[in-house]
T-cell receptor, first 117, second 113 residues
Framework: DQQVKQNSPSLSVQEGRISILNCDYT??????FLWYKKYPAEGPTFLIS?????DKNEDGRFTVFLNKSAKHLSLHIVPSQPGDSAVYFC????????????????FGQGTILTVHP | NAGVTQTPKFQVLKTGQSMTLQCAQD?????MSWYRQDPGMGLRLIHY???????DQGEVPNGYNVSRSTTEDFPLRLLSAAPSQTSVYFC????????????FGNGTRLTVT
């Protein structure tokens, strides 16, 4: 039972254009969402996050949008650069007043982004 | 500041052998966790710890043991390796707090033959 799904295994875009990576979730208890980027032979690195009380968060070229009613989030990269080529993982965390969930993320399958010069 | 350090980077085991994957962090993070990455599955949580002496199971704990005797170290033990445990293993750590991201090590690629 995949609670976080990234239905596009791969995405190819031209340098300078917009990249849009999508993610859907099913667990209504998720209240914080993160995007990670992963290069080959390295660990995932944190990119950007959003709380469930917001619908948009922006950091430079990266913007994450959250649609709670649709249980959908997306990552926009504008403009895309060849160095953005990597695997992108969407992840989610349950709300937990006791704090035991802080170390626990549920990940999607990942989307391979290729940005062509 | 090394961050999260995992050793070894690569390991080949025969079925039934045991081994320990090491993980150390130097950021004084309370939370540490182990994930495995398999093709088409994303990263799945094996075990996690909210502080020294406290551990709990994640989504796929069978076949793995952990302990957390210090804040810095969180080793993952495979008691009797099986081919199904062939995977890439990532250790992660973070401060407490909902908005704190996990910081990952560079992984251990394990093959069980």
């Amino acid at each position: 039972d995949q609670q976080v799904k990234q239905n596009s295994p791969s995405l190819s875009v031209q340098e300078g254009r917009i990249s849009i990576l999508n993610c859907d979730y099913t667990n209504s208890m998720f209240d914080y969402f993160l995007w990670y980027k992963k290069y080959p032979a390295e660990g995932p690195t944190f990119l950007i996050s959003i709380s469930s009380i917001k619908d948009k968060n922006e950091d430079g070229r990266f913007t994450v949008f959250l649609n709670k009613s649709a249980k959908h989030l997306s990552l926009h990269i504008v403009p895309s650069q060849p160095g953005d080529s990597a695997v992108y993982f969407c992840a989610a965390r349950e709300g937990d007043a006791g704090g035991t969930s802080y170390g626990k993320l549920t990940f999607g399958q990942g989307t391979i982004l290729t940005v062509h010069p | 500041n090394a961050g999260v350090t995992q050793t070894p980077k690569f390991q080949v085991l025969k079925t039934g052998q045991s081994m320990t994957l090491q993980c150390a962090q130097d950021m004084n993070h309370e939370y540490m966790s182990w994930y495995r990455q398999d093709p088409g599955m994303g990263l799945r949580l094996i075990h996690y710890s909210v502080g020294a002496g406290i551990t709990d199971q994640g989504e796929v704990p069978n076949g793995y043991n952990v302990s957390r005797s210090t804040t810095e170290d969180f080793p993952l033990r495979l008691l009797s390796a099986a081919p199904s445990q062939t995977s890439v293993y990532f250790c992660a750590s973070s401060f407490g707090g909902k908005k704190q991201p996990l910081h990952f090590g560079n992984g251990t690629r394990l093959t069980v033959t």
